[in-house]
């Protein structure tokens, strides 16, 4: 499935963490109002609780997104899940909860088009968080709709030559562990993302003379979309999801 973004001039909408700009990002909510809205793809982070179970939150501490303090590799899943992950963000989000990847694997089963980018954030267990998700996205029959992220080059590396999967990297001033070359990091990598501030004409037609496909993040303005569709990057992982999905839409009644 995950294929089908090869030489595909469509805009393709990836929602960052859910519905990031309107709701607390990587919570079911979040997530579920994203695929209601009709993204093409979410993005979201895993990372292992003390217990190793993977478990979806972007920092490796609780600190910013719910009401706790500490390191989330410090605290069971069971304790995670007294954490609250909404109300930060907004009194009328109080009570969500940090959900289990399973949690969110059995969301997505009503939504079986929508592709998934599966950010890996580094840590010392990093790899085998990918193994613990890999076997649960195979459980659940959704490898092939998958892309595989991180800003780890070994991790990323790790990814490709353990898995075989197809993984997004970064360039290469953004990521740890980085091997310049042809014959290293980048042969790893599927597509690469690209921030607004690296997001470049020459940048793209580089990585695309390589076979990669260039991805960007994160335009969240009528302006920041053009810009990118005019630097020739057309799979978009956004904060906000409806300048891109209006576009599109406008573009389509043309």
């Known amino acids: 499935m995950i294929d089908k973004l090869v030489n595909n001039p469509a805009l393709i909408v990836a929602g960052h963490r859910g519905w990031k700009s309107a709701y607390p990002e990587n919570t079911l909510l979040g997530f579920q109002q994203a695929l209601e809205l009709g993204v093409d793809m979410l993005e979201f982070d ?3 609780s003390k217990d190793r179970v993977v478990v979806v939150i972007h920092d490796a501490t609780v600190d910013r997104t719910t009401n706790g303090s500490g390191n989330v590799g410090d605290y069971t899943v ?4 007294r954490l609250d992950a909404g109300g930060w963000f907004g009194k009328a989000f109080e009570g ?6 399973e949690e969110l694997c059995e969301l997505l089963a009503a939504y079986p088009d929508v592709l998934l980018n599966v950010e890996v954030k580094p840590s010392p267990d ?7 998700a890999v076997t649960m996205l195979d459980k659940y029959g959704y490898l092939p709709r998958c892309v595989f992220t991180c800003f780890d080059a070994e991790t990323l590396a790790y990814m490709h030559d353990a898995h075989q999967l197809k993984t997004q990297g970064f360039p290469g001033e953004l990521m740890s562990n980085y091997v310049s070359g042809p014959e290293g990091t980048v042969s790893k990598m599927w597509a690469v993302g690209l921030n607004m ?3 470049t004409p020459e940048r793209v037609k580089e990585y695309e003379e390589q076979g990669i496909l260039p991805w960007c993040y994160c335009p969240d303005s ?6 990118a569709l005019g630097c020739g990057s057309t799979m978009m992982t956004v904060n906000n999801p409806l300048p891109a999905m209006q576009i599109r839409e406008r573009n389509a009644l043309k």
């Not at 069971?78 to 899940?81: G, H, Q, R």
């Not at 969500?96 to 990847?101: A, S």
Request: net charge neutral; glycine share 0%.
């Open 126 to 132: 990093a790899k085998e968080v990918v193994d613990a």
């Open 222 to 227: 009528e302006q920041q979309v053009y810009y």
């Open 78 to 81: 069971e304790e995670l899940k």
């Open 46 to 48: 895993l990372r292992f």
């Open 96 to 101: 969500l909860k940090i959900p289990t990847f």
């Open 197 to 199: 501030k690296l997001l």
